[in-house]
């Protein structure tokens, strides 16, 4: 008798989470390059464009949780789980549950920065948004380590992420990738 299929992740899930990683990282690159610049158009421009990043992982976290509010994620496959040891569970829970709390820490951080430093965010140059705290030059600088600090972990947490997967898909040959692969329905 052939095994059950893997539950599949739905086509929205699949979708944001591939979204968020672009975007994730990518504002990770800019935010790595723009900060080596020296003042300029350019590294105005790029300052910009990761505020742009930022809002726009902000607004797609939002989204991935409440769809996974809602619709909950497929459990791990049976064959998984007998052969994962509790600290792999363990360390795929915790890996989880610290990039999602990231996905809204960094940005929003980042956004606490730009306002106290007397920056606004105006998102796309089209859509002001409110500032997030009072301009304030003390916080502005007792914020800015916080925001790099916040998006080297979760740098971190997408490495871990990502070796998981690579171990998963090639030394444990499980399929487990093949949930979250778009078109493979």
């Known amino acids: 008798m052939p095994a059950a299929?893997?539950?599949?992740?739905?086509?929205?899930a699949i979708v944001l989470h591939w979204l968020l990683a672009v975007a994730v990282i990518g504002a990770f690159g800019v935010g790595l390059y723009m900060t080596g610049l020296p003042i300029s158009p350019a590294r105005l421009k790029l300052y910009n464009w990761h505020k742009w990043a930022g809002v726009t992982i902000l607004a797609l976290s939002a989204l991935r949780l409440l769809w996974r509010l809602w619709?909950?994620?497929p459990p791990l496959p049976e064959a998984v789980l007998r052969t994962m040891p509790p600290w792999q569970r363990a360390a795929h829970h915790a890996t989880h549950a610290g990039m999602y709390l990231l996905f809204f820490a960094v940005p929003l951080v980042g956004w606490a920065y730009s306002s106290a430093?007397?920056?606004p965010v105006v998102w796309f140059?089209?859509?002001?948004?409110?500032d997030?705290?009072?301009?304030?030059?003390?916080?502005a600088e007792a914020i800015k380590p916080w925001h790099g600090r916040l998006a080297w972990l979760l740098?971190?947490?997408?490495?871990?992420?990502?070796a998981a997967v690579v171990k998963h898909q090639?030394?444990?040959?499980?399929g487990l990738l093949w949930r979250m692969l778009p078109g493979r329905g």
């Open 125 to 130: 140059g089209v859509v002001p948004l409110p």
């Open 71 to 73: 619709r909950r994620p």
């Open 117 to 119: 430093a007397g920056f």
């Open 132 to 139: 997030f705290v009072s301009p304030d030059k003390a916080l």
């Open 5 to 12: 299929p893997t539950p599949r992740y739905s086509a929205l």
């Open 155 to 162: 740098a971190l947490l997408v490495v871990v992420h990502v």
């Open 170 to 174: 090639w030394v444990d040959r499980d």
